[in-house]
T-cell receptor, first 118, second 115 residues
Framework: AQKVTQAQTEISVVEKEDVTLDCVYE???????LFWYKQPPSGELVFLIR??????QNEISGRYSWNFQKSTSSFNFTITASQVVDSAVYFC???????????????FGKGTHLIIQP | NAGVTQTPKFRVLKTGQSMTLLCAQD?????MYWYRQDPGMGLRLIHY???????AKGEVPDGYNVSRLKKQNFLLGLESAAPSQTSVYFC??????????????FGPGTRLTVL
């Protein structure tokens, strides 16, 4: 069965510091997809990025970057020069061809609560 | 476009009461999902639908029923609410299946408390 582990329950940094959120996944499939979502204090879930298992290129979007390494089954998320508005819970999620014995949904990690202090 | 909307936003029930949560999407998505979010647990899939008139069980389906009579709507029902169903419920939709890599878009959530 697939699994997503976000070992960091909570991270607190001072504004302008760089911070990396770890995500480690398990799957038996060779074709799978990884996602990151942001949940700000208002509660909604905001899609950040999707990556398929065949694309190992790192991605950068403004202050956000993602490092996908199949060799270590990791899909880490880095925020450069963090800002108070980045404070949120961040979820890593996995979808594979054989999700949960036929269930066609996402498997989520438990989330990392990121606190950016001014 | 409103995207994915959920009704109601908050609800308090007594044990044994029933209720229905409504999810609506205006993106013409085929797939719709219901998740629950509990503290420290991430989101877990309750039920999902791959098209109008179809439903399927997810990871934690017990105590819930769903219906998809119209493509744009996905209803989640609790026939006899229990305190263990106190949670935040999220609806999501995607154009095609997530196993094919499509992105799910989420509604704002419904906070349900069962006393």
């Amino acid at each position: 069965a697939q699994k997503v582990t976000q070992a960091q329950t909570e991270i607190s940094v001072v504004e302008k510091e760089d911070v990396t959120l770890d995500c480690v996944y398990e799957t038996r499939d060779t074709t799978y997809y990884l996602f990151w979502y942001k949940q700000p204090p208002s509660g909604e879930l905001v899609f950040l990025i999707r990556r398929n298992s065949f694309d190992e290129q790192n991605e950068i979007s403004g202050r956000y970057s993602w490092n996908f390494q199949k060799s270590t089954s990791s899909f880490n998320f880095t925020i450069t020069a963090s800002q108070v508005v980045d404070s949120a819970v961040y979820f890593c999620a996995l979808s594979d061809v054989d999700s949960g014995g036929g269930a066609d949904g996402l498997t989520f990690g438990k989330g990392t609560h990121l606190i950016i202090q001014p | 476009n409103a995207g994915v909307t959920q009704t109601p936003k908050f609800r308090v029930l007594k044990t044994g009461q029933s209720m229905t949560l409504l999810c609506a999407q205006d993106m013409n998505h085929e797939y719709m999902y219901w998740y629950r979010q509990d503290p420290g647990m991430g989101l877990r899939l309750i039920h999902y639908s791959v098209g109008e008139g179809t439903t399927a069980k997810g990871e934690v389906p017990d105590g819930y029923n769903v219906s998809r009579l119209k493509k744009q709507n996905f209803l989640l029902g609790l026939e006899s609410a229990a305190p263990s169903q106190t949670s935040v419920y999220f609806c999501a939709s995607s154009y095609s299946g997530t196993s094919g890599g499509d992105t799910q878009y989420f509604g704002p959530g419904t906070r349900l408390t069962v006393l």
